[in-house]
């Protein structure tokens, strides 16, 4: 079996189609979001974290939040697409929610001001992006499930 068929196999329960919309729904959300308030959410919110070539940076994490959160809603390349928002959120938790836990800004990341800093603070801040980074680690062990694009395609195939 080929790499690329080993890694698109529509494995996985049913009940995965749930996984995938809440965790694809949510990522497409905030991709849009990025193109219809980049100040407030893409390069301005990046240029004020510290996420360097903001202008770049932000309409890139919009594109591949908005393309691959709608692959994985679909089921369609879902590991793929899972892998490119891990290290999305794996970024976003990195320089945004680092700094809280540490109660200051750390390799150029700048510090969101909060009431409190530290391990509880950090968790609170940082529960949606837990929550999807999980998400998208049990879609990459368990595949996208049998109702996707990606079981149909085998089934053609």
Known sequence: MSLWKT?????????????????????LNEGILKFLY?????????AKI???YPDFFGPFVATVETVCGAMVILGLITRPAAIA????ISVAIFSTKIPVLLGHGFLGFSLMELPHYGFLSMVHEARTDFSMWFGLLFLLLTGPGRWSVDAR????A
Not at 85 to 88: A, E
Not at 153 to 156: F, N, R, T
């Open 7 to 27: 890694i698109c196999e529509p494995t996985g329960a049913n009940a995965n189609v749930l996984i995938r919309l809440v965790v694809g729904g949510v990522f």
């Open 38 to 46: 980049p100040v407030a959410q893409a390069a301005g919110r990046f």
């Open 50 to 52: 510290g996420i360097p």
């Open 85 to 88: 928002l891990f290290i999305d």
């Open 153 to 156: 395609l085998a089934k053609k």
